[in-house]
């Protein structure tokens, strides 16, 4: 299915309200889309803030993850990219991602009744990710969004106070918020943020993570109602792990990361014939073969330290267990 057909294929079923899910690539090349009846156990599992298809398994299997990070010297070379390009004042944020060869003692279906996160999704053979972080919800007309951005140990003393003090974080989390309610002001009236720069909790295999998040809301506009797949497109790929401006920060991102990353911070979502939940796809491991990659990211802007961006990275390389 390509990005037109899909368009008009979601776009038919909200007007007639029959449910359906979707998962769509970061670049918007090869989207997918299940009616409830389609969707087999053995090919897709999925739990969307507790409505899932998948049975009870209980597990009590101790995890064990071993990651080989991206070389730095790699690393400083994307990042030495970015930051020409937002010298040159071609983007005033850009989200650089990366993929770091992982072993886990576990494939990643088992793991997928292991981990804890609002939105899960295993696909045979491909990935699996466990996201906290919502792209769209849509309910009794509304529209809603939730940008992240930040993250810091929780172990740290004073941690939230140091997060949510932090210039430079703060000053990359109001870009993205900004990004994101000019976004919505395209399929949306009245658009507000209701929540700012909140924080949550997240148990890892490790540690726990603190990270900062805010609600952006408005209107659906009437056009955009009953026309989820054009609605869904307008919006696309999420600003939050893409960056500003849009257009001229995809192609930073092309240059820098030089590989595609494909379901990697697309979005994957569920339509119920009348409400929208979604989520970015992040917290996520890639399979390849025999192998194994979890990739992450952040954002870069001219106040970035490549070495605290790189050990960003290698922090949000965690599995949330109980």
Known sequence: MNTSEFIKTADALSKAAEPFLFLIDFEMQQPRLWLPHQVEVDELLFSINGFTNAPVVESNK?????????????????????????????????????????????????LFFQVKAPYRCWLRNQFLFFSPESFIKISAGKIYAYPMKGTIDASIADAAAVILNNEKEKAEHVTIVDLIRNDLAQVAANVRVSRFRYLDKIKTNRNSILQVSSEVMGEVLPEYQQKIGSLLATLLPAGSISG???????????????????????????????????????????????FFHYRSGGGITTRSNWQAEYNEVIQKIYVPVN
């Open 62 to 110: 101790e995890l064990s993850l071993k990651v080989e990070s991206i070389n730095q010297a790699d690393y400083r070379m994307k990042f030495d990219k970015v930051m020409d390009h937002l010298h040159y004042g071609n983007s005033f944020l850009t989200n650089l991602t990366v993929k770091s060869r992982i072993e886990i003692n576990a494939t990643l279906k088992e």
């Open 244 to 290: 500003a401006p849009k257009k001229k920060t995809l192609a930073i991102i092309q240059e820098a990361e030089q590989d595609l990353r494909g379901y990697y911070t697309g979005v994957f979502g569920y339509f119920d014939g009348h409400n929208l939940d979604s989520c970015v796809n992040i917290r996520f491991i890639e399979q390849q073969d025999d």
